[in-house]
DNA sequence: TGAAATGTTGGGGCG
DNA sequence: ACGCCCCAACATTTC
């Protein structure tokens, strides 16, 4: 008789500890096998020395050693989701599986599918709320809608937020031994056809939130906690982000609470990922001249500011926040390239890409967005550098030759791009 | 989570 | 002393 077991599905929440889903299912009448996907619809759309695959790997490899030291192990799979799961499902004798929410369209479909199959071999599919505070349905308007404006929405988050004594704990480590004993190979990262990239994931750090309001805005200063890919994969909770932000820092708090805006506009309206918010912006004559989205991925525009934070992002797969507004208005305005050509190059590049805080940003930079600013705001990008580079510092660390005859003309006139920009924008308003 | 254009004010130079 | 002009500094409006 083969032994019963439990299995948990590891997806975006790559911790052990305050894990709501795990926690769950080590309280569960069976051992716990934990599982990891390799999916590879997602994959196979990656470059072989891909960062954020081999940081998901290392990480992985930490949670199997921490399981080894109670004779359990992670269980690592590569494939198609429901096709592992049928093969799963004759090689063990499942009896519930526990994983936490996905909302992104792609994760709600192959959820599905998977619920499904599942289902019809009677094994229970739970799934729990982990990677919001709040989810989908729990920051509604009073009639029931869901919040298409930032600033009523989180007052509504905070007020619930309110209600809420404290975060709860998740602790799981006195469970441990609740996982099924094993020893399921560990794979390479070669074995999955990649390789370790140049480009590394940086500790995070959270000694700056006191000071993070005053100096977020300077890319010069380390003001930035480095903390967004460690929660795209959770590997931090935001459960604990949460607490210390609100204990600390109200700015860095409505951060996070963007986020939670943009995960919950995606859930609502997944059409965003693919049109404007608003329609009637799709009108937008965009020029998407192919040589000028070159140079700007390269950070070859001749605006010092816009080039320095495109080499940031190709030489490190990170880009301060304030100078993502400013490249991407830049992209948007001054060339009229579609925001899409710029949401699908910062997906390729970040560390920390996620879909719906990246494309509800990117359509916030073009104007299109649920809340976006409005259309007639145009950064300028020499006054953004004198305002939060003055001395250079950011500018000249990733444009060395900024100072030299060599350096790039600018690729438009700034006065010449912005009046283009404004007559585009109106006539598709018309 | 702009910037430019336009309007207003007030101090100082000067006849 | 007074009015006029200039223009920087700030405020408001417009894109």
């Not at 996907?37 to 940081?55: C, H, M, N």
């Not at 921490?66 to 192990?73: A, G, I, T, V």
């Not at 004198?386 to 700034?414: G, N």
Request: aromatic share 16%; with cysteine.
């Amino acid at each position: 008789m083969v032994e019963k077991v439990t299995f948990f599905w590891f997806r975006r929440d790559l911790r052990l500890d305050d894990n709501v889903g795990l926690c769950h299912a080590l309280k569960s009448n069976f051992k716990v096998v934990p599982l990891f996907i390799f999916d590879d619809e997602i994959l196979d759309k990656l470059p072989e020395d891909d960062a954020r695959v081999g940081f998901i790997h290392s990480t992985l490899e930490d949670i199997s050693k921490k399981l080894r030291e109670y004779d359990s192990s992670l269980l690592i799979k590569k494939g198609n989701p429901l096709e592992i799961w049928k093969n799963l499902t004759s090689e063990f004798s499942i009896q519930e599986v526990y994983c936490n929410h996905d909302y992104e369209p792609y994760a709600i479909s192959r959820d599905k599918k998977v619920h499904d199959f599942l289902a019809e071999k009677n094994i229970k599919f739970k799934t729990f709320k982990d990677q919001v505070i709040f989810e989908k349905d729990e920051v509604l308007k009073d009639n029931g809608t869901p919040y298409t404006v930032y600033t009523p929405y989180k007052n509504k988050w905070l007020q619930n937020f309110q209600l809420i004594r404290d975060t709860k704990e998740y602790s799981t480590e006195t469970m441990f031994d609740n996982f099924f004993k094993s020893s399921f190979d560990f794979p390479a990262l070669r074995a999955f056809g990649f390789s370790k990239s140049s480009i590394m994931v940086r500790p995070y750090d959270f000694s700056m939130l006191s000071t993070y309001g005053e100096t977020r805005d300077f890319p010069a200063i380390d003001g930035t906690s480095s903390v967004s890919p460690y929660l795209r994969f959770g590997l931090l909770s935001i459960r604990k982000l949460v607490k210390r932000a609100k204990e600390t820092n109200a700015i860095y708090l409505s951060e996070l609470i963007w986020r939670e805006f943009f995960m919950q506009i995606l859930f609502h309206f997944p059409q965003v990922v693919t049109e404007s918010f608003r329609p009637k912006y799709d009108a937008i004559k965009w020029r998407n001249n192919k040589d000028e989205l070159e140079k700007w991925c390269l950070g070859t525009t001749g605006y010092p500011l816009v080039d320095a934070g495109m080499r940031e992002l190709n030489q490190t797969g990170y880009m301060h926040n304030r100078v993502r507004m400013v490249v991407a208005s830049f992209l948007c305005k001054h060339l009229l390239i579609d925001w899409r050509w710029g949401e699908a190059y910062f997906a390729e590049k970040l560390l920390d890409y996620e879909l719906s805080s990246n494309n509800g940003n990117w359509q916030w930079a073009a104007g299109t967005g649920c809340d976006a600013a409005p259309y007639f705001r145009v950064f300028n990008p020499s006054e953004q550098l004198k305002k939060f580079d003055k001395d250079l510092k950011y500018t000249s660390k990733w444009v060395p030759e900024f100072h030299e005859l060599t350096y790039a003309q600018p690729i438009v006139d700034h006065k010449l791009a912005r009046e283009r920009a404004l007559a585009t924008y109106k006539e598709a308003l018309k």
